[in-house]
């Protein structure tokens, strides 16, 4: 057999064993954002607020994105998506691109590092359909910095989405108005293999394990809410609600009296009944009726 067949042959058969490759370009991004996540939670001054965090639908997580301009100016990043699952936990990511541009006059290329925390379900359904733009299929402001921040305006208060860059060391609110978000399919079949679809992925039906770096991004997830959840709740872990027992009637609460022993009988003959006659110094004694 020559080269050209045993090659195909191999890929025939990959394909229809189901298993997927990830590159390291998938890897990368991975590792990426994991490392974004994480170093903006370390600093309590500059990281999503609890609340937020705690009641995200989902988050896009988009590190070093590339702006550049000449007059012209575009955005474009690569990054994961997770969102939450029926159970509250954290799905696997799936890969995502942001695309965006302006008119104006700028020169200069800067990077920096996207995040996007969703509030609804409709707006990870649109961008797991098709294309979404932010602004435009969703109402999007710049999110509130640092973990107990509760000040936010009207308009951020009605956002879908809420909107962080950190650059040269900055994390802030931003604006991502006409920002493009969407699946990115050929980092998708790379990692979870060609049939897998973004829903499959977040119902962890994948046709591929994901790995490990990306699992790590799902992990760090998981724990960076839980820290979000159990500084809400004054340092304490969420635990279920105690059972209430059962109410016990009025009349079972009153102190039972210990019962008093029987009275002994009284002294006197033994009763004569059923017994037989008897001589009785002439006088016989008759038994009772």
């Given at each position: 057999m020559s080269r050209l067949p045993r090659i195909l042959l191999s890929l025939a058969l990959l394909t229809a064993a189901g298993h997927?490759?990830?590159?390291?370009?998938?890897?990368?991004?991975?590792?990426?954002?994991?490392?974004?996540?994480?170093?903006?939670?370390?600093?309590?001054?500059?990281?999503?607020?609890?609340?937020?965090?705690?009641?995200?639908?989902?988050?896009?997580?988009?590190?070093?994105?590339?702006?550049?301009?000449?007059?012209?100016?575009?955005?474009?990043?690569?990054?994961?998506?997770?969102?939450?699952?029926?159970e509250g936990t954290w799905s696997n990511p799936v890969f995502v691109t942001l695309t965006g541009g302006s008119i104006g006059f700028q020169v200069g290329v800067q990077s920096s590092d996207i995040v996007l925390v969703f509030r609804n379900d409709r707006s990870?359904?649109?961008?797991?359909?098709?294309?979404?733009?932010?602004?435009?299929?969703?109402?999007?402001?710049?999110?509130?910095?640092?973990?107990?921040?509760?000040a936010a305006t009207d308009g951020q208060l009605k956002a879908e989405i809420w909107s962080w860059s950190r650059a040269r060391g900055l994390f802030a609110g931003v604006a991502l108005d006409g920002a493009a978000l969407q699946i990115d399919r050929d980092a998708q079949a790379a990692v979870y293999g060609s049939s897998t679809t973004p829903r499959m992925v977040f119902e962890n039906r994948a046709q591929a394990a994901p790995p490990n770096a990306v699992v790590a991004f799902r992990d760090q997830l998981e724990e960076a809410t839980h820290a979000a959840r159990v500084a809400r709740n004054g340092g304490q872990a969420a635990v279920p609600a105690p059972v209430a027992a059962p109410a016990v009637p009025a009349a079972q609460t009153q102190p039972v009296q210990p019962a008093q022993p029987a009275a002994p009988p009284p002294a006197g003959p033994a009763p004569t009944q059923g017994l037989e006659p008897v001589d009785n110094g002439g006088v016989r004694s008759e038994p009772l009726p």
């Open positions: 997927a490759v990830a590159g390291p370009e998938e890897e990368d991004r991975a590792r990426n954002a994991l490392r974004v996540l994480t170093e903006i939670q370390q600093i309590p001054e500059q990281a999503i607020p609890d609340k937020l965090l705690d009641e995200a639908r989902g988050i896009v997580v988009i590190p070093d994105t590339i702006k550049a301009g000449l007059v012209v100016g575009g955005r474009r990043g690569h990054g994961l998506m997770s969102v939450k699952t029926a990870l359904d649109d961008i797991v359909n098709g294309k979404f733009t932010l602004g435009a299929d969703a109402s999007v402001a710049a999110g509130p910095v640092g973990r107990n921040a509760a």
